[in-house]
């Protein structure tokens, strides 16, 4: 079992819509979560990050974290051609500097 | 905005030789880190460095060496390329970033390697 898993995708979605998108870890001692987008042949930018259960909010971004499920996800509101990327979960446990990343969910927001 | 630069940002050259990527950063990160990634593929871990003459390898067994002899940079050498090592070669660090309490791990840019 890898410690963090993606659903590759690609997840395709209409312009407009809502885009779920999951992710699940391993390491109950996991304390810091990260979602990154990245474009073909880009380098990963971080978009949001999340410490507590529940859901936080960054304009059309919301992150959720449940702990106790071991899962994150992150919620894109009205989606747009231009959020079509691979969306990278990370992991971080407790006060160590690696993080651990998924595989990367593949996002297709379609006209 | 994170400050993290890597040169070249594209390299194509023959098997065989010796090349070093480079990577610099000028935010007085510790924790810098070098991934490999192949197109649609993940994100790899090949090696790592906590601070000054501190290296270490990572989760993927890689043939290139690193060396931090200043925190700033942090560069890897492939001693004789191969076209096996054609890939994304992507440098991050982590630190203290605006609004957030927490360290966050910034990218460079990346480097396209092609060996034919």
């Known amino acids: 079992q890898k410690e963090v898993e993606q659903n590759s995708g690609p997840l395709s979605v209409p312009e407009g819509a809502i885009a779920s998108l999951n992710c699940t870890y391993s390491d109950r001692g996991s304390q810091s979560f990260f979602w990154y987008r990245q474009y073909s042949g880009k380098s990963p930018e971080l978009i949001m990050f999340i410490y507590s259960n529940g859901d936080k909010e960054d304009g059309r971004f919301t992150a959720q974290l449940n702990k106790a499920s071991q899962y994150v996800s992150l919620l894109i509101r009205d989606s747009q051609p231009s959020d079509s990327a691979t969306y990278l979960c990370a992991v971080r446990a407790g006060t160590a500097s690696k993080l651990t990343f998924g595989t990367g969910t593949r996002l297709q927001v379609t006209l | 905005e994170a400050d993290i630069y890597q040169t070249p940002r594209y390299l194509v050259i023959g098997t065989g030789k010796k090349i070093t990527l480079e990577c610099s950063q000028t935010m007085g990160h510790d924790k810098m880190y070098w991934y490999q990634q192949d197109p649609g593929m993940e994100l790899h871990l090949i090696h790592y460095?906590?601070?000054?003459?501190?290296?270490e390898k990572g989760d993927l067994s890689s043939e290139s060496t690193v060396s931090r002899i200043r925190t700033e940079h942090f560069p890897l050498t492939l001693e004789s390329a191969r076209p096996s090592h054609t890939s994304q070669y992507l440098c991050?660090?982590?630190?203290?970033?605006?609004?957030?309490?927490?360290?966050?791990?910034?990218f460079g840019p990346g480097t396209r390697l092609t060996v034919l």
């Open positions: 991050a660090s982590i630190g203290l970033a605006g609004g957030n309490p927490y360290n966050e791990q910034f």
């Open positions: 460095s906590y601070g000054v003459n501190s290296t």
